[in-house]
């Protein structure tokens, strides 16, 4: 799990990162001189301050909303009703008041994941990718991927583990159970089947790590 943290404080990140970094990946921004990430796909919850110089925390969460589907929490010493109402009504899921209890803020983003990830577990996004595990359909822009249930198997696995590789044998065990009996190198076909069917449609998100096997892109 990978959390953003945005704020014009040094201090703040530092102490954002020491309550967070032993149970997820934290990268912090320190804006204004340091940039935006390009794509948020990857983000599985962003911490936004509110007062920045330049670009506030309203304006930025107006700009990124779009690509940012995951939880976005305020984080601000702006403590006034109106503020706080403001900001949800943009579009933040939850604001937590500067001066703020490290524990507290564990619980918050903790819940938040949890609920986001019970919510988007029918539909799972890798940029203009969704593969939809209820229904088992795959979109690739606004075209619908037709696969079969090895390759929508194989896809649902790598998808749910970016970046991470696994072997064929890995793949195998995992799609089909250690109980089933079969040729691994099936896995290479319905691979580069699947591969066929996305590149056709404009996508090229399976990666072949030599020595290893597949694996999916992280979005940069």
Known sequence: MKILAVDDEPGILRVIRKALEKEYEVATVCRPSEPLPRTFGDIDL???????????????LQRIREDATCPILFLS?????????YGLALGADDYIRKPFSVAELRARISAHIRRDKRENESC???????????????????????????????????????????????????????????DESAITEHVKNLRK????????????????????????
């Open 46 to 60: 962003i911490i936004l301050d509110v007062m920045m110089p330049g670009e506030d925390g309203y304006e930025i």
């Open 77 to 85: 010493a702006k403590a006034l009703e109106e503020d706080v109402v």
């Open 124 to 182: 799972i996004r890798s940029g203009e990718i969704a593969l939809y595990p209820t229904s088992r359909k795959v979109k690739a822009g606004e075209e619908e991927v037709s696969l079969t249930k090895s390759e929508f198997d194989i896809m649902l696995l790598l998808i749910r583990n970016k970046g991470q590789a696994f072997s064929k044998e890995q793949i195998y065990e995992k799609v089909y159970g250690f109980e089933k009996s079969g």
């Open 197 to 220: 069917k996305l590149s056709a449609k404009g996508y090229e998100p399976i990666e072949t790590v030599w020595g290893i096997g597949y694996k999916w892109k992280k979005e940069e």
